[in-house]
């Protein structure tokens, strides 16, 4: 079972998702946890604190994501790889639509606040790092590259399905497509 601190978060993640940044309040988020009023806000002194909070949270929730997703363990091939990411964009734009609305809601923000960039900015590198090792172990020639190349399409691909979506949405085709082209394959090896 979750602890208070964590029920706090996510239920600002979940306030994120729904409501945007407007509705993230630390009373908020105390009657959405089901908390005592002042629980959130003694975790989380600050709205800063809780939004940075929040994003390590986003960052914590994305790894379970994609070990939910079929992928528990590193990828031994391309095809495993490219199926794990297949099975995290379906999540992430179905059954957690909403964690996902929330994690663009705050980088949409950061866009006109600058405090936001540090705390995205390290999720991303912890994303970005984490891809280079899964790269890497698969025979990348440019691992850092491609795992920067890869989050900047999957985000795009998602933010898309979140924003516009298309009905019949299969997001395996393109993510082979780009792993072809990092790895200098045919797709249809893939």
């Keep these: ?15 994120l998702g729904a409501r945007g940044l407007r509705g993230l309040t630390h009373r908020g ?9 002042g629980s959130t806000s003694n975790y989380f002194r600050t709205r800063d604190a809780l939004v940075a909070a929040v994003l390590d949270r986003l960052v914590e929730r994305d790894r379970r994501a994609w070990e939910e997703s079929g992928a528990a363990r590193l990828p031994a ?7 794990g990411l297949t099975g995290y ?25 600058p405090s936001l960039a ?23 020639p440019d691992p850092g590259g491609h795992a920067r190349v890869l989050v900047d399409y999957l985000d795009g691909m998602i933010l ?3 924003t516009t979506p ?13 792993l072809a082209a990092f790895f200098g394959t045919a797709s249809g090896r893939i």
């Design 89 to 113: 964009v379906l999540l992430a734009t179905g059954p957690d639509r909403v964690r996902t609305t929330a994690r663009f809601t705050l980088f949409t923000a950061a866009a006109t606040d």
């Design 29 to 37: 988020v105390d009657a959405a946890a089901d908390l005592p009023q």
């Design 160 to 162: 898309h399905q979140l």
């Design 77 to 83: 091939t391309l095809a495993e790889l490219a199926d």
């Design 1 to 15: 079972m979750a602890g208070n601190r964590d029920r706090a978060l996510d239920a600002a993640i979940d306030l």
């Design 118 to 140: 540090g705390p995205i900015g390290r999720g991303r590198t912890e994303l970005v790092n984490w891809g280079t090792t899964m790269l890497a172990m698969l025979g990348s």
């Design 166 to 178: 298309a009905p019949e949405f299969d997001p395996r085709p393109g993510i082979v497509t780009v």
